[in-house]
């Protein structure tokens, strides 16, 4: 999904994409959206960005310890009973990338940022070791040229795409912009795993599957 949303006194993200999470036993679907857990996690409210409309209540992940980021994680937030209507990026059906990340080396990808929209890059790093506590493998992808950017502040939660063949794959979620790391770009964008992201809800919740609707 396309918009920006954020927690009150903090900063813009964008809110990567509509979904629905259910319990097992029973179909009892519950709409919601993921984003970036840097900026809201756990027992916060997210806003509509501009506005002091509640836009629901963020279930995961919980609160890092010791202020450390929860890189891995992807925000799972609830939406309340609000008439919000849905402006699709993309018409095709989209589904998780689950193959070796290693492949993706030099893969052209695209994504849809609230702060710098539509944008192209190229897979740099497929597992890229960032440490932020622990070593963490995620994406690093660069502009399709030198003097621009993938993503800027208020893309965090955009979730990067690719194509194989005309299937649209979902790959990862931003997390964040010019990078500070030896032997990288600076316009470089970080972004996450979003299949892993995904399983470490699972894992934490049994009982419920998330699907993935809109973008």
């Known amino acids: ?86 402006g699709k990026k993309v018409q095709e059906s989209v589904t998780l990338f689950n193959g070796n990340r290693r492949s993706l080396a030099r893969r052209k990808v695209y994504k849809f940022g609230a702060a710098t929209s539509r944008t192209v890059g190229f897979i740099r790093h497929p597992e890229f070791v960032m440490t932020m506590g622990h070593p963490i493998n995620v994406f690093v992808i660069e502009p399709d040229n030198d003097s621009s950017r993938f993503s800027k502040e208020g893309d965090s939660g955009a979730i990067v795409l690719t194509k194989f063949g005309e299937k649209v794959v979902a790959l ?19 972004a996450v795993d979003l299949n892993k992201a995904v399983n470490r809800f699972k894992d934490k919740y049994k009982d419920v599957t998330i699907e993935l609707d809109t973008l």
């Not at 990862?172 to 970080?190: E, P, Q, R, T, Y």
Request: charged letters at 20%.
């Open 172 to 190: 990862s979620m931003i997390f964040g912009g010019d990078v500070n790391f030896k032997g990288l770009a600076k316009n470089s964008s970080v």
């Open 1 to 86: 999904m396309f918009g920006s949303i954020y927690q009150k006194n903090s900063r813009t993200m964008h809110r990567g994409d509509e979904c629905t999470i259910y319990q097992r036993e029973e179909f009892n679907p519950k709409p919601c959206c993921i984003s970036s857990p840097h900026v809201i996690s756990s027992g916060q409210i997210a806003y509509v960005s501009d506005a002091a409309i509640a836009l629901g209540n963020c279930i995961w992940p919980p609160p890092a310890e010791d202020y450390r980021v929860k890189v891995e994680d992807m925000s799972v937030i609830c939406l309340e009973s609000l008439n919000i209507e849905v």
